[in-house]
Each structure stands twice: as C-alpha cells, then as structure tokens.
C-alpha cells in the first residue's frame, strides 16, 4: 500500500505540545467544578443532583454521539471519513468512565425520581423501581462497551497488524451495533430523563435525545479538529472533509429541529392534559423564555450560519457554530431536566455553569490522553488513500 | 447585479461565432496540462466538454460559482411567504373553520405547509435555474456533425477555443497543442452573424 502525503509529525501528537498543556488546564477546571459539585451537594443536595444528572447526560451524549459516528462510518463503508475517524473512536472511551458516574446518580434516585418513593406510580412500579433501573442501566452500559469492544478496539489493533479482516468484522458488528445501539439510547433516554416526570410519556422521547446527542457529538468532533489542525497536527484533512462535516452538522441539527417539531406539533394538536402538561410546565415563569430561545437558538441561528458553502468550509465560523451547538445541547437538556427541579423559575448561577464545564472538561482529558497514545489516522486502514484523496 | 446574471443566460444573448479550434484527448490529466498553458495564452474562451466531472477542472478554467444556489434561495423564501399567506387567507380569512378550538391562524398547523413550499418552489427554481444558466434546451451545436466530438459523451475529452477569443492566435495554440498528447486538431463549427 503506498500512502501519500503523511508525514509522521501530523499522526502523532508530540508528547510537548501545547495541547497537553490545555490538557492540564482542563484537569484543574475538572477538579474545581467537581469540588464545586461537592460543596452545593453539601448545602443543597437536590439541586446539585438534578445538575449532576444534567452534566452526566450532556457527557453519555458526546460518549454515545462518538460511538454513532464511528459505526455509521463503518456500516456505510465510507471512505472519506477515514482520516476523522480517530477523532470519533476517541470519545468512546468516555463510556466506561460513564459507568463510574452512574454510582451518584443510584445513590441519589430517591432524590432525583419520584417514581422511587410515590404510591400513586404503584401500577407502573413492575418498570420504574430503583432495582430494575439500575439494572437496566447496567445492562445499557454493557451492550455499548461490547459494541466498543468489537468496533473501536479492534481499529487500534489495525494499527500494528495490516490485516483486512478487522475491518471486514467491524463493518459486520458495526451494522449489529447500530440495531442494538438504537434501542439502547432510546430506552437510556427514557429512562434517565423521561422518568424524571413519570407520570407524562412521548414515544419520540429516546430519538428527541439522540437527535441532540449526535449533534453535539459532531460539534465536539470539529472543534477537536480544529484544534488539531490549529496545532499543526492532521493536515491531510482538507476543506473537503471540513465540507462534509459541515454538512452532517447542518442536516443533523435540522433532523433534531424536525424531531423537536414532531413531538410539538402531534402533542399541540391532540390538545390531551396528560401530554400537554409537559410543554405547560415549560411556560411557567421564565421557563417560557427558555422554551422560545431553544428553537431560535438550537435550530433558526445555526440553519441560517450554516446554511452557506464557503461557512462550511471555514474552519472558524465552522469552529464558532460548533461551540454554539455545543452549548445549545446542554440548555436543551437543562430544557428537559431543570423544570423537574425548579417548576416557577429556570435556575441559572454558578452551578449550571460549573455543571457544564465540568462535563465538557471530563471528555477533554479522555479525548486528549486517547489521542495523544495513539496514531490520529488509522495508518493501515485500507480505505485511507481514498479518504486522502477526498474531494468534492 | 441583475444585468450581471443576465449576461450571463446564454440564451438571452445575441447569437455568437461558433467557429473555433478543437482538439481532442484521450486522458483527463493531459487536457488538465494543456487547459493550463492555454490559459498563460491569455485566453479567456476556453470550453471543455468531458464524458464525466473532471476534478480540478473547474480550477484551471478559473469558472465562477454557479448562480443556482441564489435562485434556490431566494425561491424558497417566496415559497414561505407564499405558504403563510396563502394559508392565513384561506384559514384566517376567507373560509373561517373552528378546528378543536385552536386559534384560526394556528402556527403549528401551518408549519409542514410552509417547509413543502419551500422546498417544492426551491426545488423548482433550482431546476429551472440549472436549465436557464445551461442554456437548455439547445437545439443545435457545432459539435452535432463532428464524430470525434461527439466521443465526448462516451470515452474521449474535447478542448474547443472560440475564434471570437480576443487574444485567439492559430499559430500559437497549435503551438502549445502540439508539444501536448492530444490529437484531430481541426476548425469546428461556421461563422455566426
């Protein structure tokens, strides 16, 4: 096989780059916000929780989003994805470490869900009961670390051996992964989130949080890049990828809006109470400033910004929609978790904000310290000349 | 702006002369080559026909961006005012119909309408548009009584320079042609008026 145009310097990040410095920046902010988490659970316990399982479901999205990415690549046999698909794999290695933060959210379901303690739930207690929760929690966390370990692990494999036959498995187990994948982050979602208001119920709920998930998973992917690229590092990466990428977060983000639009408009029109006090809840108080920012922000700004070719293939403005998303992600999460904690006013201080750096630093690091073990393109992938040909 | 895209419809135009050198390749990479040299000629003229896109080509051609993505947009918006009005009158207006005791000017409701319309009249334009800034539908061609031209469509690549090109030299776009790998150089087409 003769690969063009790699040099080493761009495939592997040199253990002295300013990179890991930010690396270290990212631990300490990671250490403040959870010694911040610390002190509010101290002084108040519910709210810390109800920000605690924010941050934690703003993380699993990023994790789950860079598991998607990786099996869409390998179940469609894409080619130009090839050289981002380190980038993708390496936030997959946040899911393990996903199973350790489920530990405060078991210790705190009583807190957190009122299923866990309300008499009046007792017909649906056979589902929502704190033992079958964890355990489907766990059983969740095992479907995707087996996905992980038949699809990411056997790619940095790939890396010492030339051998097709690993790629040939991971398109077989990536097509399986995405079926179980599917069913998994949708019944997650219901169960993390949805249950937080058991007595309301939407069956587009688990696909509401894997529409925002893969957008924000994108973002985070094109500012790793871009980051990266700014640093000197994967410069076969041309504006082509940066191109399609631009796309998929524009068509991703317009899929979320659809889908946050499905569940509107069919729960407005059947005007019932027991479905409609869901978006009730959200115009309490100055929740319903909340409820109108979120389709401005998270779809009208960033439809119109990305709508351009030439913003898709500028890696700032790329860069600079891609923090924005990011950041819409989490107040579409704080949309679904928060009016559960605070129905008469949207709680906005220091924790909220702490809860929010405190997740995106957490994925940093891993993303950083897998990245920087490993080679950035998948040297002996046998697709990868295609993908350092990529044009449009 | 607006006469800018007028000029810019081929059909608008006066007609033009036709007449003009061709040659014809066998491979991509050599007519990329000579459409280089060419260029340092001064020549602005240049047409290529190919049986497929080829990448790169667009570069040395120096070719604008296509208009289309502008008509599309600006379709699409017409399409989504056409859709809120025309929706507003006939709900609001014209026939009022109470619907669940939902307002008669119910955005919700109107919201798939108004994404259909928009992409029906963008969808449209877009095709229209690609058609106009084309030059379709064309009827005739200098190329129709070529053969070797007309290899084009299936195996081979044509490189055709307007004698009405001000910096047209015969003498010296042979010149180049001849050191390239190209071959039937030949005058297609007659004068127009």
């Known amino acids: ?392 | 702006m607006f006469k800018k895209i007028l000029s810019k419809i081929p059909f608008l135009q006066k007609k033009k002369t036709y007449k003009g050198l061709a040659c014809q390749f066998g491979e991509p990479t050599h007519l990329l080559e000579s459409v280089k040299d060419l260029k340092e000629l001064g020549l602005s003229n240049i047409e290529v026909y190919t049986p497929y896109p080829v990448h790169g080509l667009e570069k040395v051609l120096d070719l604008p961006r296509s208009q289309v993505p502008w008509i599309s947009l600006i379709a699409g918006l017409i399409g989504f005012v056409v859709a809120v009005a025309m929706q507003w009158w006939m709900s609001a207006v014209s026939y009022k119909i109470n619907v669940g005791g939902k307002p008669l000017f119910s955005g919700p409701a109107f919201v798939p309408i108004m994404f259909e319309v928009t992409v029906l009249f963008a969808a449209l334009a877009t095709f229209v548009g690609l058609w106009v800034f084309c030059g379709l539908p064309k009827f005739a061609s200098p190329f129709e009584n070529d053969e070797r031209a007309l290899r084009s469509t299936n195996d081979e690549f044509t490189l055709y320079v307007c004698t009405s090109d001000p910096q047209f030299d015969e003498s010296k776009i042979r010149n180049v042609l001849s050191s390239k790998k190209c071959f039937n150089i030949r005058y297609l087409g007659e004068e127009g008026e």
């Open chain 1, 1 to 392: 096989m003769n690969i063009t145009n790699i040099s080493e310097a761009h495939v592997y990040i040199n253990p002295e780059d300013r990179i890991h410095k930010l690396k270290t920046i990212a631990l300490v902010l990671f250490v403040l916000t959870s010694a911040h988490f610390v002190i509010s659970f101290l002084a108040s316990p519910k709210h810390a929780l109800f920000n605690y399982l924010l941050s934690f479901s703003n993380t699993m999205s990023l994790a789950l989003a860079g598991l998607f990415w990786t099996l869409v690549h390998h179940a469609t046999k894409a080619h130009w994805s090839v050289v981002i698909r380190r980038i993708s794999e390496s936030f997959t290695f946040v899911i393990p470490f996903g199973l350790l933060l489920t530990i405060p959210l078991f210790l705190g379901l009583d807190v957190l869900y009122t299923w866990s303690h309300d008499h009046h739930l007792q017909h649906k207690a056979l589902y929502l009961n704190d033992v079958f929760f964890i355990l489907r929690t766990i059983f969740y966390f095992s479907i995707w670390l087996l996905i992980y370990f038949k699809v990411v692990k056997p790619s940095y494999k790939q890396d010492q051996v030339e051998d097709l036959s690993i790629t040939q498995n991971m398109w077989k187990w990536s097509c399986i992964g995405l079926v179980l994948f599917g069913f998994t982050i949708s019944f997650a979602a219901i169960d993390w989130l949805m249950t937080l208001d058991p007595h309301w119920f939407s069956t587009i709920f688990g696909v509401y949080y894997f529409a925002g998930s893969i957008v924000a998973g994108l973002a985070a992917m094109i500012l790793i890049i871009s980051l990266l690229k700014k640093h000197g590092y994967l410069q076969v990466l041309n504006e082509n990828h940066l191109h399609d990428l631009g796309k998929l977060l524009f068509g991703m983000n317009v899929f979320w809006a659809y889908i946050a639009f499905s569940q509107y408009l069919l729960i407005w029109y059947g005007n019932i109470p027991e479905e409609t006090i869901f978006f009730h809840k959200r115009t309490v108080g100055s929740w319903n400033e909340a409820s109108l920012f979120l389709p401005l922000g998270h779809f009208l700004i960033p439809f119109m910004v990305l709508l351009s070719r030439s913003a898709k293939r500028n890696i700032t403005i790329l860069s600079l929609a891609s923090i924005w998303l990011l950041l819409m992600h989490y107040v579409d999460l704080y949309w679904l978790i928060m009016p559960n904690f605070s129905p008469e006013k949207a709680p906005l201080g220091l924790l909220e904000v702490c809860g929010w750096v405190w997740s995106l630093s957490l994925v940093f690091i891993i993303v950083i310290k897998i990245l920087g073990k490993h080679p950035l393109i998948p040297l002996k992938d046998p697709q990868l000349q295609v993908s350092l040909e990529h044009h449009q």
